[in-house]
């Protein structure tokens, strides 16, 4: 079976401060993963993903991601958040059935 | 480019009638999935296909039927609606099961059942 976890329900971070949101997963081998972004009254835009390869990935709107096999995680970071990131965040796994398995989500606020 | 469409967007039902939710997409994507977004609870799959013809069960199945008659059309039937269902449906399509296509998700059509 494959899972995806994201501890934190809500994060709330000032405007121009750093930025971790955190996932980590369940699965035999190694995963297919993604970041998508949901703004309020929208569907879900990919920011990025890890297939192989290098384990620090680019994304768009200046986020990146680390995949750590060690801890099973796959943690979104940006350097500095503006009042547009604000939004709902959702990690997600592709395993061996090829279809997406989602985290419940993180809220992002954003303080001025 | 439409990418994935959803109609409608918007509905309420009372209790025991039914619906259909469309999808379309113009991708020529193979796989496709309907889920539901419940605040808390992330996205749920309820049915996916992986091809023309083809549909599967997923996580939350109760309650809801689909079909598959044309690659580019998935239909998520309501057919006895309970307010248990009320929740945002997501439609959702990927080129290929390889699992390193992304979905591509329409807007929602945000249900509720009174």
């Known amino acids: 079976a494959q899972s995806v976890t994201q501890p934190d329900i809500h994060i709330t971070v000032s405007e121009g401060a750093s930025l971790e949101l955190r996932c980590n997963y369940s699965?035999?081998?190694?995963?297919?993963l993604f970041w998508y972004v949901q703004s309020p009254g929208q569907g879900l835009q990919l920011l990025l993903k890890?297939?192989?390869?290098?384990?620090l990935v680019q994304g768009i709107k200046g986020f990146e991601a680390e995949f750590k096999r060690s801890q099973s995680s796959f943690n979104l970071r940006k350097p500095s958040v503006h009042w547009s990131d604000a939004a709902e965040y959702f990690c997600?796994?592709?395993?061996?059935?090829?279809?997406?398995?989602f985290g419940r989500g993180t809220s992002l606020i954003v303080h001025p | 480019n439409a990418g994935v469409t959803q109609t409608p967007k918007f509905r309420v039902l009372k209790t025991g009638q039914s619906m259909t939710l469309l999808c379309a997409q113009d991708?020529?994507?193979?796989?496709m999935y309907w889920y539901r977004q419940d605040p808390g609870m992330g996205l749920r799959l309820i049915h996916y296909?992986?091809?023309?013809?083809?549909?599967a069960k997923g996580e939350v199945p109760d309650g809801y039927n689909v079909s598959r008659l044309k690659k580019q059309n998935f239909l998520l039937g309501l057919e006895s609606a309970a307010p248990s269902q009320t929740s945002v449906y997501f439609c959702?399509?990927?080129?290929?099961?390889?699992?390193?296509?992304?979905?591509?998700f329409g807007q929602g059509t945000r249900l509720t059942v009174v």
């Open positions: 699965y035999g081998a190694t995963p297919y």
């Open positions: 296909s992986v091809g023309e013809g083809t549909t």
């Open positions: 991708m020529n994507h193979e796989y």
């Open positions: 997600a796994l592709s395993g061996g059935s090829y279809i997406p398995t």
């Open positions: 890890y297939f192989s390869g290098d384990t």
């Open positions: 959702a399509s990927s080129y290929s099961g390889t699992g390193d296509t992304e979905a591509f």
